[in-house]
């Protein structure tokens, strides 16, 4: 079973637009959840975590449980932000769930 | 600064032959993991260690084996390589729950990946 989706394989912005990219999971727990990037011939590293409440290169994302959703968003999106973004989610094990990933462009 | 590295960059390889994947981490990481990654596929993993000797199949463990024989490397083999295993081959590492207090502590760190072609 999809434990995480991420609906949209392919996201093109504007550089100074709002990005938001969706994620949705299927726990009924206590989830803890991660946005990775992998940018350009780099490897995967963490974004952020939902547990640290932090923003990252302006990056945010809000751990909605009534939603179960945790969609990522940046008010302002800049070029070097172009990236292929993934979500994941960790239950009580030591695994990880990633979804299918969106690949984002931000055009100049 | 947390160090995942593994064997090569690329590798090209006929079907049939048998094919090792090597990954090292140095942070002295209990968990170890093997993904495929595949456009429009995501992450699928493979199989995990939390111990040396120890293995867990993940989604898609058919045609793959492992082993784990030291703690900082977790090696992946195909038996005999198919085309249908062409792809990007990513490691990862990560602390075992329970082993910190920080829950925080628990990300998987990645390897630069294999990419593996079968022709």
């Known amino acids: 079973a999809q434990r995480v989706t991420q609906p949209e394989k392919l996201l093109s912005v504007f550089k100074g637009a709002p990005v938001e990219l969706k994620c949705n999971y299927s726990y009924s727990g206590s989830p803890e959840l991660f946005w990775y990037v992998q940018y350009s011939r780099q490897r995967l590293q963490l974004l952020l975590r939902h547990i640290s409440r932090e923003s990252i290169k302006g990056f945010t994302a809000d751990l909605n449980k009534g939603e179960t959703s945790f969609h990522l968003k940046k008010p302002f999106a800049q070029e070097e932000d172009s990236a292929m973004y993934y979500c994941a989610l960790s239950l009580t094990g030591n695994q990880f769930y990633f979804g299918t990933g969106t690949s984002l462009t931000v055009i100049p | 600064d947390v160090k995942v590295t593994q064997s090569s960059r690329y590798l090209v390889k006929r079907t049939g032959e048998k094919v090792f994947l090597e990954c090292v981490q140095d942070?002295?990481?209990?968990?170890m993991f093997w993904y495929r990654q595949d456009p429009g596929l995501g992450l699928r993993l493979i199989y995990f260690s939390y111990d040396v000797k120890m293995k867990e199949k993940g989604d898609i463990p058919e045609g793959y084996s492992v082993s784990r024989e030291k703690k900082e490397r977790f090696s992946l083999i195909l038996e005999s390589a198919s085309t249908n295993q062409t792809s990007m081959y990513l490691c990862a590492s990560s602390l075992n729950r329970g082993t910190s207090s920080i829950p925080a502590a628990y990300e998987q760190y990645f390897g630069p990946g294999t990419r593996l072609t079968v022709t």
């Open positions: 942070m002295d990481h209990e968990n």
